[in-house]
C-alpha cells in the first residue's frame, strides 16, 4: 500500500517506528521500495555521494528533479521526498513555491523537504498552503556548512536547544508533516519527540525518535570518503562491488568471460553465404 503523510500521522499516534532511506535512481528506489521502506528521500545528499561535489551547496532545481523522477518511477509504495537545494526557497516565498510547485510536477515527489526553523516558515505554510507536504530539516542543516563552519553536532548549550525546541514547535505549527533531526543530542530529540504532534525522523540523533532515516551509501559501505559516527554499516556492498569489478578486468583479460552461453547464434548456412 502507498505510504502517505496519513500514514507518517498513524505511526506517530500508534508509536510505531517509520523508516526512510535515500536513493538517487531507478534501480535503487526499486530495491529500497521493494525491501518495504515507509520513505524514501531524494536528499540533496546527491551532491556528495553521486556527483561528487565537497557538500550540498552546488546542488540545483534541475538535478533534484532529475533524479527525483528517476526515483519516482521505481518507488511503488514509498512516500518519496525530494529535498529542496540550496537557494531554492530561501531567497522567497515565491521562489520557494515556484521550486516546490516543480519538484512535485516535474520530478513527481510525494512530498518536499528543507532546511531551517522559524526563518523559513512562511515558506512552510505557503507550500502547505498550496497542497504540498513539506517534511522540515533541523540541528545539523548541511545547506549551511559555511556558516557552520564544518559538520558538527549541534543544539548543545541551553540557548542552541531551546531554540532548537522552538524551531521544531514553529515548523509543526506552519504546517510541516514531519521533521528530520540531524546531530542532536540523543536526550535532546528525545525531548522534541515528545513535545511535538509530528513525527521526529533522525539521523544521528538517537532511539527516541519517531523515526530513522540514512543514505543509502552509508547504510551500504559504498562511500568512503566520509563516514559519520552515527553511521551503522548494515552491509559492505562496496567490497563486494570491487571484488566483482576486479574479477570482470580478470576474466575479460584473460579470455574467460564472455563464454560460448553469454552468446548469440547465427545459422551455418546464413554464415557461409557471407
Ligand atoms: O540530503 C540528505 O540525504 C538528507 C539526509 C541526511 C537527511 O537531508
Redesign the pocket.
Given at each position: 500500500m502507498k505510504n502517505t503523510v496519513n500514514t507518517f500521522r498513524e505511526a506517530k499516534k500508534n508509536g510505531e517506528k517509520l523508516t526512510m532511506l535515500?536513493a538517487y535512481d531507478y534501480s535503487t528506489a526499486k530495491l529500497i521500495d521493494e525491501a518495504g521502506v515507509n520513505s524514501i528521500?531524494v536528499?540533496?545528499?546527491l551532491g556528495n555521494v553521486i556527483l561528487g561535489y565537497e557538500d550540498?551547496v552546488s546542488v540545483t532545481v534541475e538535478d533534484m528533479i532529475h533524479h527525483g523522477a528517476a526515483v519516482a518511477r521505481g518507488a511503488k509504495n514509498a512516500l518519496v521526498v525530494i529535498?529542496m537545494p540550496f537557494m531554492s526557497y530561501q531567497t522567497s516565498v515565491y521562489d520557494a513555491l515556484v521550486n516546490a510547485g516543480r519538484l512535485m510536477k516535474e520530478g513527481r515527489g510525494n512530498a518536499v523537504?528543507l532546511e531551517g526553523g522559524k526563518e523559513v516558515c512562511p515558506q512552510i505554510k505557503a507550500i502547505t498552503d498550496a497542497g504540498i507536504p513539506v517534511c522540515a530539516?533541523l540541528g545539523m542543516t548541511?545547506q549551511s556548512i559555511n556558516a557552520f563552519g564544518g559538520f558538527k553536532v549541534q543544539c548543545k548549550t541551553e540557548e542552541t536547544a531551546r531554540k532548537l525546541i522552538e524551531d521544531a514547535k514553529a515548523v509543526e505549527e506552519a504546517g510541516a508533516f514531519a521533521v528530520?533531526l540531524?546531530c542532536v543530542p540523543t536526550k535532546l530529540a528525545e525531548l522534541i519527540t515528545k513535545e511535538i504532534n509530528i513525527p521526529t525522523i533522525g539521523?544521528g540523533a538517537g532511539a527516541g525518535c519517531d523515526g530513522q532515516?540514512l543514505?543509502y551509501q552509508d547504510m551500504l559501505g559504498m562511500f568512503s570518503d566520509f563516514t559519520p559516527k552515527f553511521v551503522k554499516k548494515f552491509a559492505n556492498v562496496g567490497e563486494v562491488m570491487k571484488e566483482a569489478f576486479k574479477q570482470y578486468i580478470e576474466e575479460v583479460s584473460n579470455g574467460t568471460f564472455p563464454e560460448e552461453k553469454h552468446g548469440y547464434k547465427i545459422d551455418e548456412e546464413v554464415l557461409k553465404s557471407l
Open positions: 535515500t528521500l536528499g540533496d545528499s550540498t529535498d523537504k530539516h548541511p528530520v540531524e539521523i532515516v543514505v
